[in-house]
């Protein structure tokens, strides 16, 4: 079971917008930034947001994150079938001496 | 251009160990900490390890401490994972990835394709 809480599946049609929770406690993600990582089926995962809300060069703006408390969220707008894929939250959760959790992920399907 | 390519994956019985190696290139190795991630078969990412740029501070998942310890060499521009008393639940592919900062304060930014360990009798 992990430490960060997604919803195992998502769906929405081209064109439409999608978001997708990830839902921790104060150890991570109430006290540190998140991350999202978007995994292409048989390919390694890639960063998509850095610190709540941030996009690395390259990520198209349609994917944004954000964050409240406990609990984040990315959102896809616009959606596309190249957006099929599997994405995970992350966070740095201080307890323990300090150690990186990750959401179980969530599998988006483009119908 | 980054590149990090894992090797030393293989097959091993319960119990036994298991060197895992990557091989960076196209940044200033020393400059960066180092993590260790994997995935189960069908399973999601789970964090193993990470490493400081110096090689000074280390961290590992619960899952693994005390049986796995992670190291680097930074003449050789390389990452390990020793792996002792490995279990079933160990199979997995394990991925290298760089991280941002030199130290525990960045995020993993960019990983390579992993190598897979198989555990089982």
């Known amino acids: 079971q992990s430490v960060l809480t997604q919803p195992p599946s998502a769906s929405g049609t081209p064109g439409q917008r999608v978001t997708i929770s990830c839902s921790g406690s104060?150890?991570?993600?109430?006290?540190?930034?998140v991350y999202w990582y978007q995994q292409l089926p048989g390919t390694a995962p890639k960063l998509l947001i850095y610190?709540?809300?941030q996009r690395p060069s390259g990520v198209p703006d349609r994917f944004s994150g954000s964050k409240s408390g406990t609990s984040a969220s990315l959102a896809i707008s616009g959606l596309r079938s190249e957006d099929e894929a599997d994405y995970y939250c992350a966070a740095w959760d201080d307890s323990l001496s300090g150690h990186w959790v990750f959401g179980g992920g969530t599998k988006l399907t483009v119908l | 251009e980054v590149q990090l390519v894992e090797s030393g994956g293989g097959v091993v019985q319960p119990g036994g160990s298991l060197r895992l190696s990557c091989a960076a290139s196209g940044f200033t190795f020393d400059d960066y900490a180092m993590h260790w991630v994997r995935q189960a078969p069908g399973k999601g990412l789970e964090w193993v390890s990470l490493i400081s740029g110096d090689g000074g501070s280390t961290y590992y998942a619960d899952s693994v401490k005390g049986r796995f310890t992670i190291s680097r060499d930074n003449s050789k521009n390389s990452l390990y994972l020793q792996m002792n008393s490995l279990r079933t639940e160990d199979t997995a592919l394990y991925y290298c990835a760089k991280d941002i900062r030199y130290d525990s304060s960045g995020w993993l930014v960019y990983w390579g394709q992993g190598t897979l360990v198989t555990v089982s009798s």
């Open positions: 104060s150890s991570n993600i109430g006290s540190n930034y």
């Open positions: 610190r709540n809300n």
